[in-house]
Nanobody, 124 residues
Framework: QVQLVESGGGLVQAGGSLRLSCAAS????????MGWFRQAPGKEREFVAA????????TYANSVNGRFTIARDNAKNTVYLQMNILKPEDTAVYYC?????????????????WGQGTQVTVSS
């Protein structure tokens, strides 16, 4: 069992930055890949970014590539999402998730554990 707790969301103006954190407890954090997803009102949950257990491999959705950066600190059992040049369309609840597979993946259904989410609101 893995427990995930997100933090760092809030209200920011367009063009601004936020850093989300996801603290993990339970099973060994360094043994699984981590992902960030988001869900806007009335829309399906979508992939944002993912990182391998070692941190050496990352992948991003086209909509955030070049603006967002995913990173992890296995010593602190934490994964981060640095979000820069935020746009109003980035407004959503952001979730972190853990995947016990050996491959970095981007589908919601492939992740095993989820946090409760943190709200990010970008004003224009």
């Amino acid at each position: 069992q893995v427990q995930l707790v997100e933090s760092g969301g809030g209200l920011v103006q367009a063009g601004g930055s936020l850093r989300l954190s996801c603290a993990a407890s339970g099973r060994t954090f360094s043994s699984y890949n981590m992902g960030w997803f988001r869900q806007a009102p009335g829309k399906e949950r979508e992939f944002v970014a993912a990182i391998s257990w070692s941190g050496r491999e990352t992948t991003y959705a086209n909509s955030v590539n070049g603006r967002f950066t995913i990173a992890r600190d296995n010593a602190k059992n934490t994964v981060y999402l640095q979000m820069n040049i935020l746009k109003p369309e980035d407004t959503a609840v952001y979730y972190c998730a853990a995947d016990l597979s050996s491959v970095v993946r981007a589908l919601v259904t492939e992740y095993d554990y989820w946090g409760q989410g943190t709200q990010v609101t970008v004003s224009s």
